[in-house]
């Protein structure tokens, strides 16, 4: 009996260990769970980043997957084991994504910056120095990720392009399957120089090792390609679990995750985020490349937006943007009634040109505002003067004319301007009026947009003037920097970067046209 007794309190004693490990070791039935695909080369920066996340949200449990880029985008596409965040080297990786409808064009983020360099082996036979020895006879082979298929590989042909090496080295090219079999082909004499990007860590022991057979000769300017920065973005597939893939990405773009990511290898630059409604998307993205050029420690995200959406910034769970730039006076006054902006700080950084539109065929009887009266117009498509200011320039033209009047019960107000612009295309309206120069004007190559071209150019005392419009958020963080970037859009190569587009330069009162 005594035995027995024993027996039975071992057993129970076992019992109670096993138990014992069994919860300390059970799943986290109650913990939410979130994945991240990232390249291999980042693996080291994100488990970091994990590590300090989880350690303040507990509830969270995020699962890193590292795998090559090629990979990452095939896993993103699929339907099984699709990641709830994924991050990729770049806008070609991305852009895949974003097509196939996997990821939102507006949910795409930068996370890091990139020089891209080009090296040689150590020894480097071919005595390579600077790009241009490229084209020399001792450079047999250029070894270089696919440009179709990674923007690393798309930026080296960017900067090659812009100084006219392209064409003399596209016979030399060998094109690989992913950066690292760069450095592969380089450091194994298949190719004398190749392209990557610095700060890009190689993520094994053998890879580590050809990377140690290469050095460095040239790094890129920046102002020969556009920006060469990591993205990522919450997919459709975190659909269950958005609000914790959101707020792990929330963190990540926050300065203790950026802390923590840039001292694990990813180089992190200040994120200067500039609001600006979408038919600015050309000139501004000009512009915001030639910034990032000379100011190599700012990354800037252009959040392009329906101008009306300047009333809800910063109302939608994110921080608001630091610069606010708009097409004209109409929308800023409402970002400054809403208190996002001190209409003092409201600068001019471009002029516009108010012109009218009409069909291109057939050919319509308008050629003129003055024909906006006759009897055959049967309706002219507007925005609404109040809460858009091409509608407001548009209107205050007609009635400087004196043609309010007689075209006012034609009037049919569209949303926004490129509804106007729709409206004429498909013979809903005679005319529209929009800004000489912008996309709707400027974009032949669409079928859409050439079925409507301007017949008159307005004056500018006809309707008063049209200024694009920037300024400063109030309380942003990037105070200096928000400043520093409206004044680089006055400088004259960036108006002249505007003038393509169509815009009319502008000028501080203290530094006049030269």
Excluded at 64 to 71: G, N
Excluded at 377 to 403: C, F, H, K, M, Y
Excluded at 461 to 468: H, L, Q, R, S
Excluded at 501 to 512: I, N
Aim: charged share 20%; with cysteine.
């Amino acid at each position: 009996m005594k035995r027995c007794l024993i027996g039975a309190l071992v057993l129970l004693a076992v019992l109670a260990v096993a138990a014992a490990s069994w919860m300390a070791f059970r799943p986290h039935t109650g913990r939410a769970r979130i994945s991240i695909h990232v390249p291999l080369g980042m693996r080291t920066a994100f488990a970091a980043a994990q590590r300090a996340f989880e350690a303040n949200h507990p509830e969270v449990a995020v699962a890193i997957e590292a795998e090559p880029v090629d990979r990452l985008v095939r896993s993103a596409l699929g339907q099984a084991a699709a990641p709830d965040l994924v991050v990729l080297p770049g806008d070609v990786e991305m852009e895949v994504l974003v097509k196939a409808g996997r990821v939102a064009a507006a949910d795409v983020r930068r996370l890091g910056r990139y020089d891209l360099v080009m090296f040689t082996s150590a020894p480097n036979p071919a005595g390579v120095t600077n790009l241009e020895d490229i084209v020399q006879p001792t450079v047999k082979a250029v070894a270089l990720a696919n440009p179709r298929h990674h923007s690393c590989g798309h930026h080296a042909r960017q900067a090659l392009e812009k100084l006219g090496l392209w064409q003399k080295v596209e016979h030399k090219l060998l094109l690989v399957d992913t950066p690292m079999d760069t450095y592969r082909a380089v450091s194994m004499g298949r190719a004398e120089v190749g392209f990557t990007y610095r700060g890009c860590p190689p993520p094994s022991e053998l890879e580590a090792a050809a990377s140690g057979r290469v050095r460095v000769v040239v790094v890129i300017p920046r102002e020969l390609h556009q920006p060469a920065s990591a993205t990522i973005a919450v997919t459709s597939s975190a659909t269950p679990q958005r609000v914790h893939a959101e707020r792990f990405l929330a963190f990540l773009l926050s300065d203790e995750g950026k802390k923590v990511l840039a001292a694990n290898g990813m180089p992190i630059p200040r994120e200067l985020r500039v609001f600006l409604p979408c038919s600015l998307v050309s000139s501004f993205y000009d512009a915001k490349t030639l910034f990032e050029a000379r100011h190599p420690d700012l990354c800037v995200q252009l959040d392009f937006d329906i101008p009306e959406r300047i009333r809800q910034l910063g109302q939608r769970g994110e921080a608001p943007p630091d610069v606010c730039i708009t097409t004209g006076p109409v929308e800023m006054a409402a970002a400054v009634q809403a208190g996002f902006v001190e209409k003092a700080a409201v600068t001019p950084v471009g002029r516009w040109r108010l012109a009218l539109g009409v069909r291109a065929s057939p050919p319509s009887a308008v050629k003129g505002i003055a024909d906006l009266a006759q009897p055959e117009v049967r309706a002219v498509a507007l925005t609404r003067p109040d809460v858009n200011s091409l509608g407001l320039q548009a209107q205050t033209a007609l009635e400087r004319l004196g043609l309010w009047e007689q075209v006012k019960d034609k009037v049919a107000y569209y949303p926004r301007p490129l509804a106007c612009y729709m409206a004429v295309a498909r013979g809903e309206a005679d005319a529209c009026f929009g800004y000489f120069g912008d996309t709707m004007w400027a974009d032949r190559q669409r079928a859409a947009y050439a079925k409507v071209v301007p017949v008159q150019v307005l004056d500018e005392e006809v309707y008063g003037g049209a200024n694009c419009l920037a300024a400063p958020i109030k309380g942003s963080p990037r105070a200096k920097d928000a400043d520093e970037f409206i004044r680089f859009l006055m400088t004259p190569e960036v108006q002249v970067i505007f003038a393509r587009f169509g815009m009319l330069p502008v000028f501080l009162p203290d530094k006049p046209p030269e």
